[in-house]
């Protein structure tokens, strides 16, 4: 729908409350209402809200966003909410070469083939990202299934557009944003216990956010951090 020249993702379902969120990094704007609430209604909330929808677009906008990353020496990445430099060292040498060494607080290396090209080197990278998270997860996933008495079947790291993780409760399998490797850990730790709880609860209930409650008593905080409306 568009309201005023702002086009608005509509989202009908099962849900108690409207729930409007502006995401980055380009301020796409997304309502989720519920399924009984007519277009008339949804433009006059929308109307209601542009003042904070200009206000947190400009907000994305003033932000100093990353340019297309080259993986060049002292372009800046983030591993865990950290801000690391990148060091580059390039050889054909067999044994030491592709891969990627963190061994500062100061500076991530990435060792490449001669004439690796940007896109072979986004991919090393984003594959170093994947192992981090998982084993990341291979430590968290275990230790909130023994607090919440839920069991995983599988649980995967994959690239995702607008959700930090997702939850097949029939199956058991857990998704988790390869992008979470990225923030602090008590970030990556709420996103772990917010799906595993979909495992108990699986809707956005009042029960399910008493959990969260429970569970991650910062977990509003958490959320906003992450800038997110819904996991």
């Known amino acids: 729908m568009i309201v005023a020249g ?3 993702e ?3 379902k099962e849900i108690k409350n409207l729930h409007l969120a502006v995401y980055p990094p380009d301020g796409r704007v997304r309502l ?36 297309v990353r080259q993986y060049v020496n002292r372009e800046s990445h983030y591993f865990l909410g950290r801000r690391y430099l990148l060091r580059v060292y390039e050889s054909d040498h067999p044994y030491r070469y592709p ?10 290396d990435l ?7 940007a896109e072979q080197r986004a991919s090393l990278m984003k594959e170093w ?20 008495q839920v069991k995983t079947q599988k649980v995967k790291v994959h690239a995702m557009k607008t959700k930090w993780g997702s939850c097949n409760t ?23 216990v917010h799906e595993l709880l979909h495992l108990i609860e699986r809707k956005h209930s009042d029960l399910f956010k008493a ?4 569970y991650v008593p910062n977990w509003k905080q958490l959320k906003a951090q992450l800038n997110i409306e819904k996991i």
């Not at 998704?175 to 772990?192: D, G, R, S, T």
């Open 129 to 148: 990202y994947r192992a981090q998270l998982r084993e990341i997860l291979g430590e968290l996933v275990p230790k909130w299934e023994g607090i919440l």
């Open 99 to 108: 891969k990627i060494e963190r061994k500062t607080k100061t500076y991530i």
């Open 170 to 192: 029939d199956k058991g399998i857990v998704l988790f944003n390869i992008e979470l490797a990225k923030k602090p850990i008590e970030c990556i730790e709420y996103v772990v």
């Open 111 to 117: 060792f490449v083939r001669n004439n690796y090209t």
């Open 6 to 8: 702002i086009e608005v």
């Open 211 to 214: 959990y969260l409650d429970k």
């Open 32 to 67: 989720a209402a519920p399924k009984d609430v007519n277009h008339k209604t949804l433009e006059l909330y929308v109307i209601s809200k542009i003042p904070w929808i200009r206000k947190q677009q400009r907000r994305f906008a003033r932000i100093d966003r990353q340019s």
């Open 10 to 12: 509509l989202v009908q």
